[in-house]
C-alpha cells in the first residue's frame, strides 16, 4: 500500500468528523456506539471486497454454486425471523424457494438474454446476489401476508373446502394475496426513476467500460428479473412450505390462528371442537412465539373489542362502572375515590395537542348520591392526583375534559404527585410509544379499612398509597406492578416494583382476566424492570 | 342420504360421544341439537370428514366416508360454517394494497418492515349472513347435502326465519338438510331432532 493511498484513505474518513461533531455537541452518550458502527462497517465491507475478490479470482463454478446456496440459506433465515415463524420447521423449503427462484432467473438472464459465460464470477455474482436480495424482500412480504391471511381468515380456507374445493383451490383467495403484497410495491416501482441506486450501478457499468446501449440492456434484464425472480421463489417457498402448515386433514397447523380467532369473536360463541383442537395440536405450532400473543385490539365498528385493561367485577365493596372516552373508572360511593382506573394507553395517544392549561377540575354529575367536590381538596394540603393522567389524554379534547373529573381524582401527596408518580406515567408513556400499546390499571389502596383519615365535607378517603399496573401484550406477554406509598419522600422506582399478584392480594382485585388463564397466571407472578 | 353407525366421535384423545346411530335422510331436515360442549360441530366436522370417527362409519348414499375419500365426499355438500359472519373476504374480497412508489428501486434488498397486519375484520352482519348463505346454496343447487353449523347463531329473528325459509326449501327440493343448532325454531321446524345429551 503505498504512502498516498493511505493519506487520501485518512482524508476521506475525515468527513466522519461532520457527524461526530454534530453528536458530540448535541449527544455525546451516542458518540460510542457510532464509533463501533463505523468500525463494523469498515470491517464488514473490508470482508465482503477480498470476498467477492476471492469468488472472481478463484472462478470456480463449484465454489459460485457453492455461495449461491449459502446465500440461500442466510436469506431464508432472514425471512423466517422477519415474518417470525418456525425456522427448524420451515427453513428448508423458504431457502429451496429462493435458491431455485434466484437460480433459474438467473441462469435464464447468463445464458439466454445478455449472453454469457454463466459461471464466469464477475457476472454470475452481482447478478445472483441482486436477484436474491429482492426475491428475499419480497418473499418476506409474500409469506407474512400469505400466513397472516391464512390466521385471520382460516374460517374462509375451511368453508371453501366444506363446499368441496381441493386444497390448492381454496388456498387461491390467500394466494392471491400473497402475490398482491409482492406485485404491488413493484408495480408502483416500476414507473419510478430511480434517482439514487441507479446511477451508482450505472457508474459502474460504465467504468467497467460498458457501451450505454448494452448497460441499458443490462439494467432492463435486471428489473424484469428482479420480478420474475420474486415471483417465482415465493411461488415455490408456498408450494413447498404447503406441508409444514397444514396437517393431513387440510387443518391449519397453528396454535395462534384459533386464538386469534377466540379473540376476535369473544361474546360470539366459539365452536367447542375448535378449543380442543388448538390444545391436541399444540405440539405441532409452527409459530416461533407460542399462543401467548394476544394480538393487539383496535377497536373497529361494529365489533365487540375485548379490553384487557379491565379488572373483574367487584363484590365485596360499592362499585359504579364509568366509561369515558379515554378511561373507564369503577367509582366507590364510600371512599368517594375510584376503586381503580383503567385504560388502553396506545403510542397515537400518547400525543396530542389538548393541553391540560384549559381544563379545570370538575364534579362528576353522573354519581348519584355524595361526591367528592373541589372544595373537599380546597386548604386539604392534598393534591388533586389524576389517576388516568391528563398527558395520557391530549389525543381528544372529550377525553382531556373527562380526566379532570373527580372520579378520576384522588388525593394524593404532592411530593409524589409531582415526582415519583409523573415518573411513573411518563414512564408508561414510553412503554407506550415503544410497545404501540400497553394496558394500565391504577387506584388507591387503603391499609385499614375503618378510621380512614378523610379530607373535607364530603369526607374523601385519603388513601395510604397508590398502586399501578402495567400490561404488555406486544411479543411475549409481561406485566409489571408498582406501589408507592402516600407521602412526600423519596421512593426509588426500583423499590416500588412488586408483581401484579402482590398487588392482587393486597387490593382483593382481580386484573387482565380477559387474558388466557396460562398467559395471566405467568405474567402476574413475575415483574422486572430491566425487562422492559 | 347421511348415516352414521355406531360411531363413536371426539378429538384427539378425548371422546365426545359414543354408539351414534343415525340416518339423515333425502327431503328431510334434520336437527343435531345437545348442551354447549356436547360435540355438535365435532360430528359436523366428522361427516365432512375433517376429523375421522373413533369407532364405527359413516357413510354418503352408501358408501363408507374416510378421510381419504372425503375430499370427494364434500364435492356434494353445501356447508354453512359455524363462524359463518367471520367470511367478510368471501363475500368481498380485499383490495388489492396501495403502494407509496419508493426511491429503492424495483430490486429492493432492504428488508421490509413488517407492521402487525393482522387487521380487524368486521364480522358480517345479520343480512349479509344470510344472503351470503342463499348465494352459496344458490351456486350449489346440484349437491344433494346441505351442512349448516349454527346458521342462526348470529342472526337476528327476523333474519332467522330467513335463514329456516332458505334450508326447508333446500328439503323441499329433496335434499339431505343436517343442521347442528340448539334454537327452538330450529329444533322445532326439524323432521328428525338427535339430542346429543340423550344417547
Known sequence: MDKGLILHTILGLLLLLIPAGALYLLERKMLQSFAVSVGRMVVQLLVLCLMVWALIRVNNPWLLMAWLVAMAVYSGWLVLRRCKLNIAKLLPAVSVGLFVGTAFTGFWILVLALPVWVFDARWFVPVMALLMGHAMAMTIRGLNTYVTALKTDEQQYEFLRGNGQPHFKALQPFLRRSLLAVLSPTISNLSVLCLTSMPLLLGGLFLGGMSPINAFVLMLHMNVGCVAASVLSLAITLFLTDKSLFDKFGKLMTVLALVTLVLSCKGNKVGEGVGSVSASQESNGFYQSKAETPKPETPAAGKKVVMYEMPAALKDRPEQILKRKGYTASYNGQTRNPNWVAWHLTKSHTNGSFQRKNEVFTEDTDIKGVRATDNDYYNSRYDRGHMCPAGDNKWDKQAMEQSFLFTNICPQNHGLNKYEWNDLEILCRDWAREYGAIDIVCGPIYYQNTDQKTIGRNKVWVPDAFFKVVLCRQGKPKAIGFIYKNLGKKQPMEEAVCTVDEIEQLTGMDFFPALDDNIEDRVEASASLSEW | ?199
Open chain 2, 1 to 199: 342420504m347421511l348415516e352414521v353407525k355406531d360411531a363413536t366421535i371426539g378429538i384427539g384423545e378425548k371422546v365426545l360421544a359414543q354408539g351414534l346411530c343415525f340416518t339423515a335422510r333425502d327431503g328431510q331436515l334434520t336437527c343435531i341439537t345437545g348442551s354447549e360442549g356436547s360435540g355438535k360441530t365435532t360430528l359436523i366436522r366428522t361427516l365432512m370428514g375433517f376429523l375421522p370417527v373413533k369407532e364405527g362409519f359413516v357413510s354418503v348414499d352408501g358408501e363408507l366416508l374416510t378421510i381419504r375419500s372425503a375430499p370427494v365426499f364434500r364435492t356434494l355438500m353445501t356447508y354453512l360454517p359455524q363462524q359463518i359472519q367471520m367470511l367478510r373476504h368471501q363475500l368481498m374480497p380485499p383490495e388489492a394494497p396501495t403502494c407509496e412508489p419508493e426511491e429503492q428501486t424495483v430490486w429492493s434488498p432492504a428488508i421490509p418492515l413488517l407492521q402487525e397486519q393482522i387487521g380487524e375484520v368486521p364480522p358480517l352482519s345479520p343480512e349479509e349472513i344470510v344472503s351470503l348463505a342463499s348465494e352459496t346454496l344458490r351456486q350449489a343447487a346440484d349437491k344433494p347435502i346441505v351442512i349448516a353449523d349454527e346458521p342462526a347463531a348470529h342472526l337476528t329473528f327476523e333474519m332467522t326465519q330467513r335463514m329456516l325459509e332458505l334450508l326447508r326449501q333446500q328439503a323441499a327440493a329433496g335434499k339431505t338438510v343436517l343442521i347442528a343448532s340448539r334454537k327452538a325454531e330450529i329444533i322445532a321446524n326439524a323432521d328428525q331432532v338427535i339430542d346429543l345429551d340423550r344417547l
